[in-house]
């Protein structure tokens, strides 16, 4: 038993209760659930939205948007619609505020759905921290959350910001300027690079150099290349094709000498000298040399690699894990990797063991477990284990959006679910993909958008033709 001293047990029952309460909240959180390809809200124990909906989304600020006949609106927590709007297109709330869209405009209204900004906006993007970015002929600027502006519209160009700083465009030239609209650096300059540890990277003449938040000049314009700060580090160049880095006061600390160079990453980097790849650390030492002839940035902890024009896996280390046996592999999505061997593709996991069998003409990589597998000019789903969950029937077959997949069989597009079963009867002569619980739809000639059920939904200048309802075909 563990005794903790009389002056620690308040904090400890705190966390013991704020432990509680996020678990609580976790069990309890209301989440979207959906039947047969219609959109409701549950929690662990409980229907709280039964399915009505054409899509639902996560709720934000304790609004769920959900898409009724093509058309958002918002419930609240006991499944109430709060919000009903006829507008084209709504977010989910962002800093109590939600963009909204009609006839190509843009506002945005508050919680109660009142249009607290109208509709005099060609873009806009969500508020964060009292302000957003909007565009208007074509300039952009910022304003505040009632509307007024706050950095003027004179931009044709505005990034995101980055610790505090955005990149700005004027005609050609780019400068910064702060959250605030003050110009740190005028639209005066070839190119600058997003805020890093507080320095920014900028291009003059052909030549790179630095400058801290103030604007002032930290480092001068002497490079051929000038990379991103990463832990205490960016790469530079004085001459073609050989890299080294400098720290932020511009001085050298791992000399000019390699081909090939890559942000810091963890106190460690990837490098390539004299053909050899090495991982150095933040002092130049080297700490392993890595004897392939291609290795990759890492994703989900292993980078790929070649030599001699076959294809492994190698982990931080610099360690290889899955062996150089494949003529082609691509990243690791969801734990597997789709490999290739004489032709045929299989997936491979993170010990280099083969989890399907390499016996496909191609492969798609896995999202939300399945991937889609060709074979024999036909097309299917499999799941991780390799079993086929939808039969290798189909000629086209597409990503599943929001619980249904687009198909195509004998000359004509519909739609199915994970299980094979056809939702939408294949009757169109092309489909894409649902987004937002309309899918656009061709058939007869005439192009317009259907929701979940097959029927015919009004969208922007999209109408309907009468006869077009494939619920009732």
């Not at 106190?267 to 040399?289: I, P």
């Not at 190698?314 to 061997?341: P, Q, R, W």
């Not at 004509?412 to 169109?428: A, D, M, Q, R, S």
Request: overall charge neutral; hydrophobic content about 35%; some cysteine.
């Amino acid at each position: 038993m563990i005794a903790f001293p009389d002056k620690y047990l308040p904090l400890f029952a705190f966390l013991l209760l704020s432990v509680g309460i996020q678990s609580s909240y976790a069990q309890n959180a209301i989440l979207p659930f959906t039947q047969k390809g219609i959109y409701g809200y549950r929690t662990n124990d409980s229907v709280v939205v039964e399915p009505l909906y054409d899509m639902a989304f996560e709720f934000r600020e304790g609004l769920g948007k959900v898409i009724h006949n093509g058309k958002p609106c918002f419930v609240d927590s006991t499944g109430k619609q709060v919000i009903t709007t006829d507008y084209d297109y709504a977010s989910s709330f962002s800093d109590g505020l939600a963009r909204v869209e009609k006839d190509q405009r843009w506002g945005f209204i508050d919680r109660k759905g009142k249009l607290v900004i109208p509709f005099i906006y060609e873009s806009v993007h969500s508020f964060s921290q009292g302000i957003a970015m909007v565009e208007r002929g074509g300039k952009y600027g910022f304003i505040d959350k009632k509307g007024a502006i706050i950095i003027p519209l004179q931009y044709d160009e505005i990034s995101f910001f980055s610790e505090g700083v955005a990149e700005v465009r004027k005609g050609r030239k780019w400068g910064y300027i702060n959250n605030t609209g003050k110009v740190i650096l005028a639209p005066e300059y070839d190119d600058v690079l997003p805020f890093s540890e507080g320095l920014g990277i900028v291009k003059s003449l052909g030549h790179f150099g630095a400058v801290d938040k103030t604007g002032h000049i930290v480092i001068p314009f002497i490079h051929n290349h000038l990379g991103q700060y990463s832990n205490g580090l960016a790469s530079y160049s004085d001459r073609d094709s050989t890299y080294g880095y400098i720290n932020h006061d511009g001085h050298i600390v791992i000399p000019m000498q390699y081909s090939e160079v890559r942000p810091f990453k963890n106190g460690r980097v990837l490098v390539k000298k004299n053909n050899m790849y090495q991982y150095l650390n933040t002092s130049g030492e080297v700490l392993a040399e890595l004897p392939f002839d291609k290795v990759d940035d890492f994703a989900e902890g292993l980078a790929r690699v070649e030599k001699n024009q076959k294809v492994g896996f190698i982990d931080t280390t610099g360690k290889l894990v899955v062996n150089l046996l494949y003529t082609n592999a691509h990243s690791f999505a969801e734990g597997l990797v789709m490999v290739e061997k004489n032709w045929k593709w299989g997936f491979v996991d993170k010990t280099g063991k083969v989890v399907i069998p390499l016996e496909y003409d191609g492969v798609t990589y896995f999202s939300d477990g399945v991937a889609m597998v060709h074979k024999n000019n036909k097309w299917g789903f499999i799941d991780k284990a390799g079993k086929i969950v939808v039969p290798l029937e189909y000629d086209v077959l597409y990503y599943p959006t929001e619980g249904l997949a687009g198909a195509s069989k004998n000359g004509k597009y519909g739609f199915i679910n994970l299980k094979g079963e056809t939702v939408l009867p294949f009757i169109y002569f092309t489909a894409e993909s649902f987004l937002e619980g309309l899918a656009r739809v061709i058939k007869d000639g005439h192009t317009y958008h259907i929701n979940k059920r097959g029927e015919c939904v009004k969208y922007k200048h999209f109408v309907c033709h009468g006869e077009v309802n494939a619920s009732k075909k």
